[in-house]
T-cell receptor, first 112, second 115 residues
């Protein structure tokens, strides 16, 4: 069956460290993969999109990698801050149909 | 504020009642999505529109759910004969249809509680 997996356990890291979140998928061949941030009680907010032919994408303190052979994306936040504490969701297009499938999200807590 | 609005923000209803939610997307966005999200889960795709055409609907969506997007602007999602299992956050998102995928702008959601 088709599946997207993200670290189900919450990730606690110390302020200033790099947070690394994982998104693994099976039985999909996505053309795009997106990362979103979601705060409690609010809708997700778009962060980054990476295409299947891109290995890496950066935006300020954020970096995303995409390995279509491993079927994995990694999301990094460098120099993390308590304000980065949120749930991070990965989403991929279901076989290029613009029907986006979301993972369950990873809750990140950055400790001051 | 992403520019996508949803109304109402909260809805409490009794089992068996019908409910309707509204979504106003960013005006120039031609794609509109509906998702459902329960606690601890990611958003679950329900349906999406390109302009006024409903192009895809989740197989998980029962026939109690219907969505419309008249004139390709705002959209409504109706749930008939609500059940307790329908309790969730209903999210609307809009995007521009363009090559290379497109970021989705989400509204604040409508939280539905079915008693």
């Amino acid at each position: 069956s088709q599946k997207i997996e993200q670290n189900s356990e919450a990730l606690n890291i110390q302020e200033g460290k790099t947070a690394t979140l994982t998104c693994n998928y099976t039985n999909y061949s996505p053309a795009y993969l997106q990362w979103y941030r979601q705060d409690p009680g609010r809708g997700p907010v778009f962060l980054l999109l990476i295409r299947e032919n891109e290995k890496e994408k950066r935006k300020e303190r954020l970096k995303v990698t995409f390995d279509t052979t491993l079927k994995q994306s990694l999301f990094h936040i460098t120099a993390s801050q308590p304000a980065d504490s949120a749930t991070y969701l990965c989403a991929l297009d279901g076989e290029g149909t613009y029907k986006y499938i979301f993972g369950t999200g990873t809750r990140l807590k950055v400790l001051a | 504020d992403t520019g996508v609005s949803q109304d109402p923000r909260h809805k409490i209803t009794k089992r068996g009642q019908n409910v309707t939610f509204r979504c106003d997307p960013i005006s120039e966005h031609n794609r509109l999505y509906w998702y459902r999200q329960t606690l601890g889960q990611g958003p679950e795709f329900l349906t999406y529109f390109q302009n006024e055409a409903q192009l895809e609907k989740s197989r998980l969506l029962s026939d109690r759910f219907s969505a419309e997007r008249p004139k390709g602007s705002f959209s409504t999602l109706e749930i008939q004969r609500t059940e307790q299992g329908d309790s969730a956050m209903y999210l609307c998102a809009s995007s521009l249809a363009r090559a290379g995928g497109g970021e989705q702008f989400f509204g604040p959601g409508t939280r539905l509680t079915v008693l």
